[in-house]
């Protein structure tokens, strides 16, 4: 049974793995994905692609832009917002 009281007990140790990869844009994603109803309407290949999409698009911007304004978590958190939109408008 999937629950909230099990929520917690899966998600601290899995967003410290997805850290320790330096996958933190994907940690972030996660997070707002979790927050967010809408996304739960999604398939899981279509909730994995948006975290992959966070990933992808933070590290792009890290690669196109190369300076620490980009590399902060503000930065990272608009990403994964503009993400879940898009997902939402499906």
């Known amino acids: 049974m999937k629950g909230e009281d099990q929520e917690p007990m899966l998600t601290e140790p899995t967003l410290e793995k997805l850290k320790s990869l330096r996958l933190d844009a994907m940690a972030v994603a996660w997070t707002e994905q979790v927050k967010n109803a809408d996304v739960a309407k999604l398939s899981f290949d279509e909730r994995l692609g948006l975290l992959v999409d966070a990933e992808w ?30 997902s939402s408008q499906h």
């Open 57 to 86: 698009i933070h590290r792009e911007s890290r690669h196109d832009h190369g300076n620490a304004q980009q590399r902060n978590g503000a930065d990272r958190h608009q990403h994964s917002f503009l993400i879940l939109r898009r």
